[in-house]
């Protein structure tokens, strides 16, 4: 049987340095920091201890890649969440929301020019990326672990690294800030509300790779979480404006909480 090394070969270098960083994530989560040597990844990915040096300098440059590649997993993933609420969202358009008129059989009139896409839904989007979250914890355990939970004790990103997290937590703070300023959210920065739903989800998810939660209740729960983490934020669109003229502006968390409670 071919080894994951010799399979990934075969594909390109590429596939080699994944199989690889994989292959150590694997054992440095089963097993612990100890299993995390050159030769012992080598030996379980059936290349040389050669081919390790040549792709990551060492043991250390292969910690820090699997950060990279765990962080460039992520964003790909939450990139990917809001493109598919729009895609649904154009695939059931209204013919009326459609560029285009439908025949009395209800067949669509072919009209020079493309299809508009539908309107903005940034609260719906914001959850889709709130549920790719989840999705990419349940999807890569391991690599969640190296990049949220200290599995490698003592080890300090670099600079790349700390760009990596920073832009996939960016986000977050984009979306949230899109449904600020659409007035689908009020009462708090993007910031702080970002903070609080990662603070969220990051708990939750946490538990549930451990294994204290089944799927489908889990998920059920997940969803429940971020959504009363929202509700405080989610006030009625006809409150007065917060300054005269209407313009948008961002209310500190501790201001709104006490316009909220009062």
Known sequence: MATAYQQAQREGQDVVRTAILDTATH????????????????????????????????????VEALWLEGFARFERRLRAAPKSVR??????????????????????????????????????????????????????PDYYRVMFQGAVPGFSPGPEAVAAARRSFELLVHAVRACLEHGLLRGGTAREIADLLWMAVHGAVSLEITGFFAAPEAARRYRALYAAVLAPFLLPPDLPDDEPGGEFRELPYEESAERTAS
Do not use: N, Q, W
């Open 87 to 140: 895609g649904e969202r154009r695939l059931h358009a209204a013919p009326e929301d459609e560029h285009g008129k439908r025949d009395e059989h209800g067949k669509r009139i072919a009209v020079d020019g493309p299809l508009s896409d539908p309107p903005a839904d940034p609260l719906a989007e914001l959850r889709a990326g709130l549920d790719a979250y989840r999705d990419y914890a349940l999807a890569e």
């Open 27 to 62: 054992l440095l989560v089963t097993e612990g920091p100890g299993a995390l040597t050159v030769r012992r990844i080598a030996g379980e990915a059936g290349c040389s201890t050669k081919v390790i040096y040549t792709l990551f300098g060492g043991k250390d440059g292969l």
